[in-house]
């Protein structure tokens, strides 16, 4: 039973472009959250989502940041038109919404050069 | 919002035990989870409170009190790969998991 994958692992983008960074969560789950985590700090709470529905995106930046989680798929977090405050490392979690612990992928390390 | 607290950094001696504490202010929440992160990897999962009292998982346990909004996770027999940081977590009804800036805790021999 994979545990929650996320890909890729490193991603490099220059100024502008987009970065689109993927979670699958674990098998049976169909709850996922977002974090960032710049070095030396805490988890940043992004957004969270069930199937289909963004239930809270207020961790979210209002512009350039979006995310999804469709019934098929993966969940995608989507930076368009990256800044290179936007490098960190992007942790995504799943969980089956029981009120149970929640399950993290190894994260993707976002670099904007 | 839930307000989580936590000190920033601790040191302890190998063999030693350590408390790190976490404070919150939420009106409710369906449990209390502590997770250990080592730099550069993903958090995993240590512990989760739902009642009030101690939950002891071998070295590592963790208390709750609901009333004083209070946890705290305590560490025995340290040992050096347990040089990490320490994140705090609630669970609110909503399901919408929230964690704190994390304890870094340094094990000295």
């Known amino acids: 039973n994979a545990g929650v994958m996320q890909n890729p692992r490193h991603l490099v983008r220059r100024r502008g472009q987009e970065a689109r960074l993927r979670c699958s969560p674990m098998k049976g789950h169909s709850h996922v959250y977002w974090y960032r985590q710049l070095p030396e700090e805490g988890l940043k709470f992004m957004v969270y989502?069930?199937?289909?529905?963004?239930?809270?995106e207020s961790g979210m930046p209002k512009e350039r940041f979006s995310a999804e989680f469709p019934k098929e798929g993966p969940s995608i977090l989507r930076i368009q038109q990256v800044v290179r405050g936007d490098s960190a490392a992007y942790f995504c979690?799943?969980?089956?919404?029981?009120?149970?612990?929640?399950?993290f992928g190894q994260g993707t390390r976002l670099t904007v050069v | 919002g839930q307000n989580i607290d936590q000190p920033t950094e601790m040191t302890a001696t190998e063999g030693a035990i350590v408390q790190i504490n976490c404070t919150y202010q939420?009106?409710?929440?369906?449990?209390l989870f502590w997770y250990q992160q080592h730099a550069g990897e993903a958090p995993t999962f240590l512990s989760y409170n739902v009642l009030d009292g101690l939950e002891e998982k071998g070295r590592f346990s963790s208390f709750l009190s609901r009333s004083k909004g209070y946890s705290y996770l305590l560490l025995k027999e340290l040992q050096m790969k347990d040089s990490a940081s320490y994140l705090c977590a609630l669970l609110p009804y909503n399901n919408d998991m929230r964690f704190g800036a994390g304890t870094r805790l340094t094990v000295k021999p």
């Open positions: 939420t009106s409710g929440f369906n449990g």
């Open positions: 979690a799943s969980s089956d919404g029981d009120g149970t612990e929640a399950f």
């Open positions: 989502l069930q199937k289909e529905n963004i239930i809270d």
